[in-house]
């Protein structure tokens, strides 16, 4: 049985390159975050957009985490079956 890999391959890069985008994304979001507690009175804007930053960061690194445990996967199953044709032959 010989299957052609290849364009697996290119998903699987596919892939690793938008988990590797989300880590980028997620860095050029943090890099606004402030990590200071505000409490005063004329600071109460800034609560509002750390509670912003905060939610788009959680949801960034849950789809960050998700698409790293399909790219892992999906990489070992890859491999699999790159052994399984070299075995076979």
Do not use: C
Request: aromatic share 10%; no cysteine.
């Amino acid at each position: 049985m010989n299957i052609n890999l290849f364009p697996l391959t290119i998903a699987w890069m596919f892939l690793a390159a938008v988990v590797i985008g989300l880590i980028i994304y997620r860095a050029w979001v943090a890099s606004g975050e402030d990590d200071r507690l505000h409490v005063n009175q004329s600071e109460i804007g800034m609560v509002s957009r750390q509670a912003t930053i905060s939610q788009k960061l959680e949801s960034i690194d849950r789809w960050g985490q998700m698409l790293t445990v399909v790219v892992l996967l999906y990489g070992l199953a890859m491999a699999a079956g790159y052994i399984y044709q070299n075995l076979v032959r």
